[in-house]
């Protein structure tokens, strides 16, 4: 089986269009999204709509979800957070409400799991920065393979159960005795410097983890994030990939 995993697109809706284009020549058997469809970009109801047309989707929540849920209080996000969750809200139908309601915040699919932050208090949605952060995560695995968002930057942690490893390769073969976490980095809102959209493809057979990048146009989906009244800094950080 060949997974597309997405996370992070944040109403981003030319990214997500751009990565959806690209995967529709990779054979993809099912796609997972591991949260933030909405939240920063002007578009959380086509975004939405789009995701859950993919097709044997496994989703979970993301703090954003859970921030116009009213699950998350206002005062955990920062302003620039809490003026998206803020302006999302007001769209979401309640037939979209309870569909984001009704996701799991972490989800397991094939020999893989899914969680927006981490295995560790997934409804603190904790983020993974550090090797201290990743060990919690990766010990509460129940298999050798898990998915995360959140910090909207790419990376691959790799344990023997003892030596814990950053992974700089965009690619890597699942070694036998390892354990890998894989953040995919962010469709809507890259922050690592790289403002092209990114998600994964995973291969179980091939026991193969792929992180791509592709271009989209960010000229429009600034110029829409303007036009909604949303802040100008969520806008700008989308050419600057932070
Ligand atoms: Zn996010």
Redesign the pocket.
């Known amino acids: 089986m060949r997974y597309a995993i997405i996370s992070?697109i944040?109403g981003n809706r030319e990214a997500l269009d751009a990565v959806v284009a690209e995967l529709a020549d990779e054979h993809i058997d099912g796609y997972v999204c591991a949260g933030?469809v909405v939240?920063y970009g002007a578009d959380p109801v086509a975004c939405l709509a789009r995701v859950r047309s993919l097709g044997r989707l496994t989703a979970v929540a993301?703090?954003?979800e859970w921030g116009v849920l009213g699950r998350t209080p206002r005062a955990y996000f920062n302003s620039l957070a809490a003026a998206a969750v803020e302006w999302t809200s007001g769209l979401l139908t309640p037939v979209e409400l309870d569909y984001l309601g009704q996701l799991p915040l972490t989800d397991a699919r094939g020999d893989f799991e899914v969680v927006h932050g981490s295995l560790e208090r997934p409804d603190d949605f904790t983020y993974i920065v550090g090797p201290a952060d990743a060990r919690e995560c990766l010990k509460r695995m129940a298999g050798r393979l898990c998915f995360v968002?959140?910090t909207?930057r790419v990376g691959i942690w790799s344990s023997d159960g003892g030596h814990l490893t950053a992974v700089k390769a965009s690619s890597v073969v699942l070694k036998e005795g390892r354990r890998y976490l894989v953040n995919t980095g962010?469709v809507g809102?890259p922050r690592d410097g790289d403002p092209r959209a990114s998600y994964v493809v995973y291969d179980d057979e091939a026991g193969r983890v792929d992180i791509c990048r592709v271009p989209y146009d960010i000229a429009l989906a600034q110029k829409k994030i303007r036009a909604a009244g949303l802040p100008k800094r969520l806008a700008e950080r989308l050419a600057e990939g932070l």
């Open positions: 992070d944040h933030d939240g993301g703090n954003h968002g959140h909207h962010s809102q």
